[in-house]
């Protein structure tokens, strides 16, 4: 059974950064896609960025409202996916979750293809 950790989230002034990890037990992550979400209460969540498996195109997908700003990365020997969040806003604040799913090209359209989620990790941007 494959279990997805997140940590690396906190308080951060705008301007600041922070970096996300998704750490998996039970599955090799680089077999699946990986997709980081995010959600404010009231509202939907949302797809932040992706990275698709190693054995498919490996293509990394970005909303547009981070694009420049985020950055997603794999660590294969640590089974960990990364979130880089610089420039960080305050519309940022959400809590993220990093999920996975066996699509061989990863989508931040939808949360269809994935099939197991971490437990969420708080970002908050505020001075």
């Known amino acids: 059974q494959l279990h997805l950790v997140e940590s690396g989230g906190g308080l951060v002034q705008p301007g600041g950064s922070l970096r996300l990890s998704c750490t998996a037990s039970?599955?090799?992550?680089?077999?699946?896609?990986i997709g980081w979400f995010r959600q404010v209460p009231g509202k939907e969540r949302e797809g932040v960025s992706c990275?698709?498996?190693?054995?498919?195109?490996?293509?990394?997908h970005y909303r547009d409202s981070v694009k420049g700003r985020f950055a997603i990365s794999g660590d294969i020997p640590k089974n960990t996916v990364y979130l880089q969040m610089d420039s960080l806003k305050p519309e940022d604040t959400a809590v993220y979750y990093c999920?996975?799913?066996?699509?061989?090209?990863?989508?931040?359209?939808?949360?269809?293809?994935?099939?197991?989620w971490g437990q969420g990790t708080q970002v908050t941007v505020s001075s």
């Open positions: 990275i698709g498996r190693v054995d498919g195109d490996r293509s990394t």
């Open positions: 039970g599955f090799a992550l680089d077999y699946l896609s």
């Open positions: 999920a996975a799913g066996g699509a061989a090209v990863c989508s931040v359209a939808t949360t269809d293809s994935y099939n197991y």
